[in-house]
């Protein structure tokens, strides 16, 4: 007997999401009374994921009973990757885990490092569609370089958490943008009939639902669970402004990951999850993705995990052969006692015939909302040359002068080369960079009590009048 749980994504307010699942698990092997489908929720404004991982656990307890010893498996779709992984750290531990029961874990577009969607789901508008509440905290842990991503997926650097317990974990997400027909309309102009965006408002939130290289909502590079965390520390003491140590701080490989050209996030005609119907059959290309889930659920071994690995990395090939690839850097700038350093300017470039020029490497910036110390970029690896040598320059902005951040401004130089080495296709590299504050001579000053020009006056800089 094995279980099967699915888990869904955010806004879900019926089971209908999972479509056929369920039905197509039955039908290869696994008993639909031992297939559960789970209903959580998502738009209370209070709630956070620790929440919901937690009152899954105790779901779990419920339909387990003392059965923490047969084997069972989670299905996610988009934000239940969030749930689960919090869930398998912090819940599933001590005799939960003790004889492994938990096998594989597939993570249907889980947005491991988060949505450029998400803050928009905070916003008014989303308040009006959802008639109230929108989940501003799990959209808050959901948004790029949110400090959940960070914490969470530095969590995941310990394999202990989750490999010691013997969990398999499997990345599956689309990479297809669908121009909807209803999104646009029909126009004569200029001698002929061209299709206009319906209106500008929505014209405006197109670009980040209509990204290259995602899913429409959740990037490839921040749907794979395989990434690498550095920190850069700036040597202040030197008058060179690119000096600093790296070091590799961890890394997760070897987890199989599939990016697959024929899905989108969501939707019933190619959606990774809700495409899959009553009649579909496994023999056919357009249900590739009912083919890999079951073959990523059947994996009892560590050669029987290798071999999916490596169909999946087939099929990222492929979809390659058709997109263009992208990569994702989540950088966290703090200063050299951990504290968050929230206000700069972030510039990355190149300098070309002798002229600094901002990169066109560079597809889209996002300043964390709710932690403004997190920036991401995403790189275009296509616009990546080589024989440059890029340079991020990080400026900091403190509305005193009795403190200050050091050096300033930070260079840090990059071949192209080098940049390939840090950033991988598909993949999400996070850096921490780490700078010295200083403090000003004049913020505190001790005068001898001998001192004849004793009884001095200052002004708001510490400079004596």
């Given at each position: ?115 450029r969607l998400a803050h928009q789901g905070r916003s008014m508008l989303a308040h009006i ?54 999104d646009y309309e029909e126009k004569w102009l200029g001698g002929r009939i061209v299709r ?119 099929a990222t090939v492929e979809t390659l052969k058709k997109r263009t690839a992208y990569a ?138």
């Amino acid at each position: 007997m094995e279980r099967v749980f699915l888990i869904h994504g955010w806004s879900v307010t019926t089971t209908e999401t999972y479509q056929a699942l369920h039905h197509k698990l039955a039908d290869n092997g696994y008993e639909l009374k031992h297939i559960y489908l789970g209903r959580y929720v998502s738009l209370d404004n209070e709630v956070e994921i620790r929440d919901v991982a937690r009152a899954m656990h105790q779901e779990l307890e419920r339909h387990l009973k003392d059965d923490w010893a047969s084997p069972f498996h989670l299905i996610t779709h988009s934000t239940g990757a969030l749930i689960v992984k919090q869930w398998i750290v912090h819940n599933y531990t001590g005799k939960f885990a003790e004889k492994k029961p938990l096998g594989s874990v597939i993570f249907l577009a889980g947005p491991h490092f988060g949505s450029r969607l998400a803050h928009q789901g905070r916003s008014m508008l989303a308040h009006i569609r959802y008639l109230g509440d929108t989940g501003k905290k799990l959209l808050t842990a959901l948004e790029l370089g949110s400090e959940f991503s960070w914490e969470i997926n530095g969590e995941w650097l310990n394999s202990d958490h989750w490999q010691k317990k013997g969990v398999r974990p499997f990345n599956l997400i689309g990479d297809r943008v669908v121009k909807r027909t209803t999104d646009y309309e029909e126009k004569w102009l200029g001698g002929r009939i061209v299709r206009m965006a319906k209106d500008q408002m929505f014209s405006k939130l197109v670009p980040a639902h209509y990204e290259a290289g995602s899913d429409m909502t959740v990037r490839v590079a921040a749907g794979n669970l395989n990434f690498r965390r550095y920190q850069f520390t700036a040597k202040s003491a030197t008058a060179d402004q690119s000096a600093g140590r790296w070091v590799k701080l961890g890394e997760i490989s070897g987890v199989p990951f599939g990016s697959l050209w024929r899905y989108t996030h969501s939707g019933p005609d190619f959606g990774i999850m809700n495409s899959i119907k009553r009649g579909a059959k496994i023999q056919m290309p357009k249900y590739q993705n009912l083919k890999l889930i079951l073959e990523c659920l059947q994996v009892k071994s560590d050669d029987q995990y290798a071999e999916v690995r490596d169909k999946l990395a087939e099929a990222t090939v492929e979809t390659l052969k058709k997109r263009t690839a992208y990569a994702q850097i989540d950088f966290r700038f703090v200063d050299d006692s951990g504290e968050p350093i929230d206000d700069y300017s972030f510039t990355f470039g190149a300098i070309k015939n002798d002229e600094f020029v901002p990169s066109k490497t560079v597809a889209h910036t996002h300043k964390n909302r709710a932690s403004p110390n997190h920036f991401t970029v995403y790189i275009d690896l296509d616009q990546l040359e080589p024989q440059l040598t890029y340079y991020m320059l990080f400026d900091t902005s403190l509305d005193t002068p009795l403190v200050y951040y050091r050096p300033k401004p930070l260079e840090i130089q990059v071949t192209g080369v080098k940049l390939t080495d840090i950033v991988s296709a598909n993949q999400t590299t996070q850096i921490e960079v780490v700078l010295a504050r200083k403090s000003h001579p004049n913020l505190f000053v001790f005068h001898p009590g001998g001192d004849p020009q004793l009884h001095l006056k200052w002004n708001r800089k510490g400079e004596v009048k």
